[in-house]
């Protein structure tokens, strides 16, 4: 046993180490990483998490991993991996594998903070259901401080009628910024980081509207809501809302210069006032949805089976199957938003595999945190996974290498996960029934 411990590492330390990065004086020590029900061993590299299982696969494909192994740290590689084993009851158990996982290694989340915020709407409408609010109740946004616009009508609903549920879809669907802009208003910037703090993910901060640039100020105040009956009567309303809470002091940046105001400024980007939240937090996020009772009841979102139903739909519905919204196929392929396995791909896809997923791109960081099933092979695991994209270091240039680095990269993992996964021998095989949805809508 001895023998094969020193084995692992030596391999760890030939693939990983090179004459720029590796130090002789560099320690690495083992750590056993605990799941809810599994166990699974990695070594910290660097102060990543890495195992030997990513170690294993990605060594045998290097025309795919070669140069992201090289790049981990400068890219900022990381992924999880979930693999699901169920047992004679089809309860799922599970097995984490972690690729150079480091939450204190600082990038920007982009729209992956949609998932937790589309969460929370969800469980602030049943918090407030004595009022009688539902997802389909009409919902009116106000202006009442700098920087804040308003919104009485939603050309994107059959009947022009703004709602919390709306929004909730376009966020799935095709990432909409708008509509996430709108429950961060209706949920505001304390409810959204104390209800994640609860849950344990203490360093997420989300702090900012997206798509438009305001200041700490405005984004710490929220608009005006109120929810109208089907005779436009106000029975709920909340008012201008200000957070005064003071979150931890970060120091995060990007990049080796930036461009401000049209100006090229040879200094990081300062990243501290942006959103922040972790692979591993948003990886647990997803799961939580996915299978609720597999997650600690504390880190629950506090929502219906109704709602856990409505938010996986959204997330595995391919845009050309809504109808409000419509959405073309020339803009919005079946494989929009669906980064992992499916990368930039343009024609339609097989109706078997649906991806329950939130992915995100901005700044150059490319993002993805998904379920992926496969009906036909009875095939299902999680595989979460971000990359910095920005190879020369220039924040908004607009120079970002998604087509020939992130896409192909994200393409290639979900690839070979998916291949692995089709091997892979189980004592039993999954009934996925309760995943297969009717996409009417």
Known sequence: MKLKRLLLVCTLIVLFADCNTFKKSQVIVPQIVKDTMAVTKSVIIDNAKTDSFFINLLQQYPQYFAEIIANRKAWNVQVIYTEINRDENNVPHFVNHYFNVDSSAYFYPASTVKLPTALLALQRLHELKDTGIKRSTTMITEAAYSGQTETYNDPQTEDGRPTIESYIKRIFLVSDNEAFNRLYEFLGQKYINDELHKRGFNDAQILHRLDIFLSEDENRHTNPVKFLDSNNNVFYSQPLVFNEDKYAERHDSLGEAHFSGGELLHSPMNFSKKNRISLEDLHQIMR?????????AAQRFNITDSDYFFARKYMSQFPGESNFPAYDSANYPDAYGKFLLYGSRKEPLPKDIRIFNKEGDA????????????????IEFFLSAAINCNTNGIINDDNYAYDTLGFPFMKNLGEVIYKYESKRKKQYEPNLSSFKIIYNK
Do not use: R, T
């Not at 700044?363 to 009875?378: M, P, Q, S």
């Open 363 to 378: 700044y150059g960081e490319l993002l993805d945190i998904a379920y992926i099933v496969d009906f036909d092979k009875n």
């Open 288 to 296: 939580s949805v996915i299978f609720p009772e597999s997650v600690p």
